[in-house]
């Protein structure tokens, strides 16, 4: 889980050199790299493509055909050859039907399983397994180019996922790797990858723009660099533009341009767009091409391929503003700007990015390539073969740190993936009138019920000075240092009261645990909402309750005995529905009545606190 750190100076010799590659795991393209004598290269496969089409294809004798060579079957049996596969990642059945529909499979769900897997000749297969089919591909791939001669096994890699991706499409591609028999040293964010190869996180720090434009999604992540950690700012993007949008803009002018009228044929629409994609991506080294359709040939040149891209670039960067905006920067604050994805090589696209933020982005790596080579930097570097590096770049914490609150219920202080070293800070407050002590229960999990996740420690704040509840400021610090280690403190603000633990928690979970803690949250997330609705409305209802009580006794003598009655009426029904409820609505429904039926009181009290206030005050004058 945790970087091995070395002493400084002891490179490992060329013999003890382990084995890690890069994988840039895309939607409609991925890469594998490795650092060979300390430079990041691409690995190509036998017939020098250095390229994977993220293609599966199944055949009715249960083989399964990656890559280019699955390309072919896209045409001719496109039931059985799975693209896109990256958008099913860590989606559930109901994801499928949405996302499913411009997908030609048949999907089924497997029995309580939640996940959506697709029918094939071959048999059933879910997102992860479809995935792994392209790990596996790209692992060989990158076995056979780096052992020498006998087949060694991979000591590790580091595997890309867009910066947006939330939990379980993580954790979906970890396993996909898993299944496919690699060790995974990390996720790395996709941006952060592409700033990691131009050498960025070598400078101190700075604000990174990354415009990602592939196949068939647009990404654009505002980074920060301080202290060697890439901060994701914002992230923002278009899941339904890329280059297969570019492709079918050229084919509608095409189509335009030749006045064609009729519909064409599936067939024909597609070696229509085939040629199209030839024309667009011969445009990036040239001036001007021709396309031929019915025996006609149409030129086609930059100007004119700028023109009719125009409406999708100015989308692309709309989702740049609004990620700026995000971001709270403005686009001239950008330090660097890189390119990344094969549709940045349009020139147009780049034009209008340069034009956007003001400078010449980034470009002298290969934008389909740069994403693996920065992967292909980080995961050399975890493996262990630059010991005398001092990047201790992004670890992370692996599962969410929090404390116990009221009514079993976890308040996250760090979430989960958050890199270290990492301080953050939290205010509570007394919950009682008087309270002088509190309990600090710290807890390590992904659920909402403190009985669902893994107590790390518990240790108490005491000497809080009496106050009315809610007056104590309890500042409640974790900080996590680059080993891993977690120390908490707390600390009453008022009086400077402080206490504090140090604690592993990285120690004694094993990767099972916490994917099996992960998987939980994922399968409770639901429950677990609910749960904590009626949670939070029950201690709300205790809050309300243990305030009225005392109030009354001090002040019982501004109501009326009519006006007493009514309040007495309203609590012993709170306190009933607060047993009795199964719906957090019913216990609010019961604290409204009680706040409507105590509106007066509470400001009789506070008049009455003002008065004595002035009176004391008085005195003071008089003292002084
Ligand atoms: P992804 O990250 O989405 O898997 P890539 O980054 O590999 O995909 O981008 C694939 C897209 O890049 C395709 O639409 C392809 O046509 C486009 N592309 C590749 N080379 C060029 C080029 N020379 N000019 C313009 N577009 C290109
Ligand atoms: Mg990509």
Not at 326 to 332: F, G, M
């Amino acid at each position: 889980m945790l970087l091995q750190i070395s002493e400084p100076g002891q490179s490992a010799k060329p013999h003890e050199r382990k084995l890690a590659i890069g994988i840039d795991l895309g939607t409609s393209n991925s890469v594998v790299a490795t650092v060979r004598s300390g430079e990041p290269v691409v690995l190509a496969d036998e017939q020098d493509n250095s390229i994977c089409p993220s293609l599966v294809h199944y055949t009715a004798e249960g083989g399964v055909v990656v890559g280019q060579a699955a390309s072919e079957k896209l045409l001719s049996d496109p039931a059985n050859t799975i693209n896109s596969i990256k958008r099913l990642m860590g989606r559930g059945v109901e994801d499928s039907a949405s996302l499913g529909q411009s997908l030609p499979y048949t999907f089924t769900e497997k029995e309580g399983s939640g996940v959506p897997y697709i029918s094939t000749v071959a048999g059933e297969f879910s997102p992860i397994e479809i995935s792994s089919e392209i790990l596996k591909h790209l692992a060989a791939l990158g076995e056979r180019s780096l052992s020498s001669g006998s087949a060694s096994e991979l000591d590790g890699a580091v595997i890309t996922v867009p910066a947006y991706f939330d939990e379980a499409q993580r954790q979906a591609t970890k396993d996909a790797a898993t299944l496919a028999g690699l060790k995974v040293l990390r996720l790395l964010n996709e941006p952060t990858a592409a700033a990691v190869a131009y050498g960025l996180d070598k400078q101190a720090e700075g604000l990174i723009a990354v415009y990602d434009l592939g196949g068939g999604t647009f990404d654009v992540s505002i980074l920060r660099l301080s202290k060697g950690v890439f901060e994701v700012l914002s992230t923002g993007g278009d899941s339904a533009l890329g280059g297969d949008d570019f492709d079918q803009a050229i084919v509608d002018w095409v189509l335009n341009e030749s006045a064609h009228a009729k519909t064409l044929e599936p067939v024909e629409q597609r070696a229509l767009l085939l040629k199209a994609r030839d024309a667009k991506e011969q445009l990036a080294g040239s001036h001007s091409t021709t396309i031929e359709f019915n025996n006609q040939l149409f030129e086609l040149n930059r100007e004119t391929l700028a023109e009719v891209l125009q409406p999708l670039i100015s989308r692309s960067i709309k989702s740049c503003r609004r990620a700026l905006r995000d971001a709270d920067i403005s686009a001239e604050d950008v330090d660097n700007v890189v390119l990344v994805g094969g549709s940045t090589r349009t020139l147009a696209v780049r034009e209008a990015v340069a034009n956007l933020f003001g400078q010449e982005p980034l470009s002298d790596l290969d934008p389909d390539r740069v994403v693996a080579l920065g992967a292909a930097i980080q995961a050399d570097i975890l493996v262990g073969n630059k010991p005398d590096s001092d990047m201790l770049l992004l670890d992370v914490i692996p599962l969410s740190l929090g404390i116990e609150t009221m009514g079993g219920l976890v308040e996250q202080i760090i979430s989960r993936n958050t890199a270290i070293p990492v301080a953050k800070a939290q205010e509570f407050t007394t919950f009682k009138d008087g309270q002088t002590a509190m309990a600090v229960h710290v807890l390590q999990g992904e659920r909402d019920l403190v009985s669902a996740c893994r107590s790390l420690a518990r240790f108490e704040l005491r000497g809080i000075p009496p106050m009315v509840a809610g007056a104590a400021k309890i500042r409640v610090v974790f900080q996590v240092d680059a080993d891993g280690l977690l120390m908490v403190s707390a600390e009453e603000l008022t009086s400077g009261v402080k206490t504090s633990v140090d604690i592993k928690p990285s120690y004694g979970l094993a990767d099972d645990d916490i994917s099996r803690m992960l998987q939980d949250s994922f399968s409770h997330a639901k429950d677990d909402m609910k749960a904590r609705a009626l949670r939070e409305q029950q201690v709300e209802a205790e809050r309300v309750l243990e305030a009225l009580v005392p109030a009354l006794e001090a002040d019982g003598d501004l109501l009326s005995e009519q006006e007493r009655q009514t309040i007495v009426q309203a609590m012993e029904a709170l306190l009933q529905t607060r047993q009795s409820a199964e719906s957090p609505r019913d216990i609010e429904a019961a604290i409204e009545v009680v706040a409507q039926c105590t509106d007066d009181f509470a400001a009789r009290r506070m008049d009455r606190s003002i008065k004595s206030a002035l009176a004391g005050q008085n005195l003071d004058d008089i003292d002084s």
